[in-house]
């Protein structure tokens, strides 16, 4: 069964502020790996989709990258704004998609 | 277009009820998923459905039951609520098989079971 681990739990940064968050799962023979912003009490939006023959995606200030072979991935977000104050998911699959627990990210104006 | 609708928005429900939580998309996507949602678990898929008349189980399906009559809606029924099956409930659609598409979640339903 694939599992999937975020790091950190919580994430606190002042505006401005390049970050990196991360995931990690266990089964590395996975389809896709897509990040997903959840707003507090709302369902969640897809960021980003990295087919597994990829290594990257970008879309505008986020850049997320994929590593099959360690089994991880990494969520970076470049000069961070109040806005981007959310929990950020990571989840692996195609059809059925398996999901971490999420960072939660607060950025200080 | 309003994409992905769920409701009801919230329910409070005594155990034992039976409960039918509704969601319908006007995307004309395929596949149709049901998540829960538990603190420090994450989104765990309930069943899913690849095309309208089809059926599968997903990781936590114990409890609860799917039709997929049509396209368009994809409801869960909750034959009888226990306290476990308090959650928040998503649904999800997806526009084919290929392995490119993303899901499309709905805004959620906040199901307390007393």
């Known amino acids: 069964k694939q599992e999937v681990t975020q790091i950190p739990a919580a994430l606190s940064v002042p505006e401005g502020e390049n970050l990196v968050l991360n995931c990690s799962f266990t089964d590395s023979a996975i389809y896709n790996l897509q990040w997903f912003r959840q707003d507090p009490g709302k369902g969640l939006t897809s960021l980003l989709l990295i087919q597994s023959s990829q290594r990257e995606q970008t879309s505008g200030r986020l850049n997320a990258s994929l590593d099959k072979s360690s089994g991880r991935s990494t969520l970076y977000i470049a000069a961070s704004q109040p806005g981007d104050s959310a929990t950020y998911l990571c989840a692996v699959g195609a059809n059925n998609l398996f999901f971490g627990t999420g960072t939660r990210l607060t950025v200080i104006p | 277009i309003a994409g992905i609708t769920q409701a009801p928005t919230s329910q409070i429900l005594a155990a034992g009820r039976r409960m039918t939580l509704r969601c319908t998309q006007d995307m004309r996507h395929n596949a149709m998923y049901w998540y829960r949602q538990d603190l420090g678990l994450g989104l765990r898929l309930i069943h899913y459905?690849?095309?309208?008349?089809?059926?599968g189980k997903g990781e936590v399906p114990d409890g609860y039951s799917v039709s997929r009559a049509n396209t368009d809606d994809f409801p869960l029924t909750l034959a009888s609520a226990v306290p476990s099956q308090t959650s928040v409930y998503f649904c999800?659609?997806?526009?084919?098989?290929?392995?490119?598409?993303?899901?499309?979640f709905g805004p959620g339903t906040r199901l307390t079971v007393l």
């Open positions: 459905s690849n095309t309208a008349g089809t059926t």
């Open positions: 999800a659609s997806r526009p084919s098989g290929g392995r490119t598409d993303t899901q499309y």
